[in-house]
């Protein structure tokens, strides 16, 4: 209760922040975006994780101040990026089922566009198939995200369950790997035909894979030789701060 509290007051005294995590081209080495991770510091707490907070704050309610707060923060990083001469064509930012329930999703992104000025096609949301799956009329609001010009992952792709006769219908560009099929993937048979089956669904359904949780080089062989040639992983960059992205990757 007092941590529900505490959480409640992070945004307004400036605990919560952003971590970046770059996405590649594999055979290039491209920079072709990078995913928002909200983190958390606390001067009692330390640094919290989101898997501990981010549940709590969608069972209070407080996801969805959260969420946009994310957004906008988002949004402008690109900005500020852009202004420093780094070119991040995109930046993907997760969103929790909860936000969807009010029914204000797409005024909110589409607010928080016109706020920033930042382009519509430059912004990717991520949401997991249970979103999809769970999410009364999610056809409807992911059809509306789509018109307003913004492009949807599908995160963690084959952990949930999402029907295939879904899938084809919705406007969704992209699907991320879930990093547990990635993580043995030179020696779990199971796992390596997941993750081709996964890439040949997604060219047969014409959408952009990413790999997830690439830790290796081997990893990343076996992804572009099977026709993955986008990735996001610690063998790339962990999530870092906004400089540091512009250290490593402004030419
Ligand atoms: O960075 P990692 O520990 O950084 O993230 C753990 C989990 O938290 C991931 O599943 C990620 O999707 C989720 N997560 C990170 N940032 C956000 C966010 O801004 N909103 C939501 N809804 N989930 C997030
Ligand atoms: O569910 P989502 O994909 O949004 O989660 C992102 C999470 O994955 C973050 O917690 C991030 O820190 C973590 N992550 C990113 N790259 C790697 C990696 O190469 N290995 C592992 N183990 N975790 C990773
Ligand atoms: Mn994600
Ligand atoms: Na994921």
């Known amino acids: 209760l007092r941590i529900e509290a505490?959480?409640?007051r992070s945004i307004d005294k400036g605990e919560i922040f952003l971590h970046y995590q770059p996405q590649v081209e594999i055979d290039s080495g491209r920079l072709i975006g990078v995913e928002a991770l909200v983190r958390w510091q606390n001067p009692e707490l330390g640094l919290v994780p989101p898997v501990r907070f981010i549940p709590l704050a969608e069972d209070t309610g407080f996801i969805n101040q959260l969420g946009e707060w994310v957004l906008q923060e988002a949004c402008r990083q690109m900005k500020r990026w852009d202004d420093a001469g780094?070119?991040?064509p995109k930046i993907a930012v997760n969103l929790s089922a909860k936000q969807f329930e009010r029914g204000s999703?797409?005024?909110m992104v589409g607010g928080v566009l016109e706020e920033t000025g930042l382009d519509a096609a430059?912004?990717?949301l991520e949401v997991t198939e249970s979103v999809i799956m769970d999410t009364g009329d999610a056809l409807g609001f992911i059809n509306d995200l789509h018109s307003i010009g913004v492009?949807?992952?599908i995160d963690d792709f084959g952990t949930g369950y999402s029907s295939l006769a879904y899938l084809k219908q919705l406007p969704v560009q992209t699907l991320k790997i879930d990093r547990s099929f990635i993580k043995d993937i030179s020696?779990?048979?199971n796992d390596e035909a997941i993750?081709?089956?996964i890439i040949q669904l997604a060219k047969s359904l014409n959408?952009?894979?990413v790999a997830e949780g690439v830790e290796t080089g081997e990893q990343a062989d076996f992804l572009m030789r099977h026709g993955c040639n986008k990735a996001q992983g610690f063998f790339y960059s962990r999530p870092v701060l906004p400089d540091d992205l512009l250290s490593k990757w402004r030419d």
Do not use: E, F
């Open 187 to 189: 020696t779990d048979i």
């Open 195 to 197: 993750t081709i089956a």
């Open 151 to 153: 492009s949807l992952a």
């Open 207 to 209: 959408l952009s894979v």
């Open 6 to 8: 505490m959480l409640r």
């Open 122 to 124: 430059r912004l990717q």
């Open 86 to 88: 780094l070119n991040v």
């Open 105 to 107: 999703i797409v005024n």
